[in-house]
Nanobody, 125 residues
Framework: VQLQASGGGLVQAGGSLRLSCAASGGTFRNSFVGWFRQAPGKEREFVAA????????YYGDSVKGRFTISRDSDSNTVYLQMNSLKPEDTAVYYC???????????????????WGQGTLVTVSS
């Protein structure tokens, strides 16, 4: 499966962006789909994940209450709605998926086999 992430850009603090992750050559069915981010000089950080079949969602502590992950089966796309953005949210955001994941592994980026190319989000103060 190939993933295409899009929707990044420059936004002022307090603003919103919506990222998209579209799959081609396969589906997200029976998989977890995760969003991770990586700022310069920092480790890759778990942002959110969704279990495709049940739509159960999971969030990192730093984004809980501000970000929402969702999915659309018709377009085979996962979205990350980001509200109340802060300068510390600035990073390259990646989507990833793997059909063999178990719940206890979804926050660890090393467990995902398929990755999108990343989209840059810059939040100005």
């Amino acid at each position: 499966v190939q993933l295409q992430a899009s929707g990044g850009g420059l936004v002022q603090a307090g603003g919103s962006l919506r990222l998209s992750c579209a799959a081609s050559g396969g589906t997200f069915r029976n998989s977890f789909v995760g969003w991770f981010r990586q700022a310069p000089g920092k480790e890759r950080e778990f942002v959110a994940a969704i279990r495709w079949n049940s739509r159960h969602d999971y969030y990192g502590d730093s984004v809980k209450g501000r970000f929402t992950i969702s999915r659309d089966s018709d377009s085979n796309t996962v979205y990350l709605q980001m509200n109340s953005l802060k300068p510390e949210d600035t990073a390259v955001y990646y989507c990833a998926t793997d059909s063999s994941l178990i719940l206890s592994s979804i926050r660890q980026w090393t467990h995902y086999d398929y990755w999108g190319q990343g989209t840059l989000v810059t939040v100005s103060s």
